[in-house]
T-cell receptor, first 115, second 111 residues
């Protein structure tokens, strides 16, 4: 089955530093990838839609200068949390599908802790 | 704006019972609806995908239905097992290609 790999699975960083999270579709090409954020015991909040070769589409309230998304190829999207603060600590999950009518597959998520 | 609601928020049932989880959405202009399970601290595992033209999908003990006109979907789990304990999420892919999740149902199967 389709596999989406997300790395790292967890990261601890200091306030003010930047963290990059990678999302790869291992056995299919994904023109679109989605980035979600999840707070404890809450559902997934869509942050942005990452489109290969073009700018990401951010949801209302998500700072695009803080959460930089780069979809460099059909199999790789990256999310960079810039100048991280403790309130950015969260569980970040990416997802991808082959097409709009294909199942959405998720990475295993990245637990970010900012100290 | 698409809104997805899941009821109940939490459910506990004895092992062996059949159960139904509910998902409703406000905008029927969708491509598809997908059910997932999430274990604590983990990513999401896809269970079933129903296209907008379909009415149901089955996989093993799971059966998902879709009534697009009324904005509802159900996930039926037969003969529940302790390993079914998890949070179940439904997600709707709208025509604007946004994928919106419900808040999930936390299911606990009592041994």
């Amino acid at each position: 089955g389709a596999v989406v790999s997300q790395h790292p699975s967890w990261v601890i960083c200091k306030s003010g530093t930047s963290v990059k999270i990678e999302c790869r579709s291992l056995d299919f090409q994904a023109t679109t990838m989605f980035w979600y954020r999840q707070f404890p015991k809450q559902s997934l909040m869509l942050m942005a839609t990452s489109n290969e070769g073009s700018k990401a589409t951010y949801e209302q309230g998500v700072e695009k200068d803080k959460f930089l998304i780069n979809h460099a190829s059909l199999t790789l999207s990256t999310l960079t949390v810039t100048s991280a603060h403790p309130e950015d600590s969260s569980f970040y999950i990416c997802s991808a599908s082959r097409a709009y009518n294909s199942p959405l597959h998720f990475g295993n998520g990245t637990r970010l802790t900012v100290t | 704006k698409q809104e997805v609601t899941q009821i109940p928020a939490a459910l506990s049932v004895p092992e062996g019972e059949n159960l139904v989880l509910n998902c409703s959405f406000t905008d029927s202009a969708i491509y598809n609806l997908q059910w997932f399970r999430q274990d604590p601290g983990k990513g999401l595992t896809s269970l079933l995908l129903i296209q907008s033209s379909q009415r149901e999908q089955t996989s093993g003990r799971l059966n998902a239905s879709l009534d697009k006109s009324s904005g509802r979907s159900t996930l039926y789990i037969a003969a529940s097992q302790p390993g079914d304990s998890a949070t179940y999420l439904c997600a709707v892919r709208s025509r604007d290609d946004k994928i919106i999740f419900g808040k999930g149902t936390r299911l606990h199967i009592l041994p």
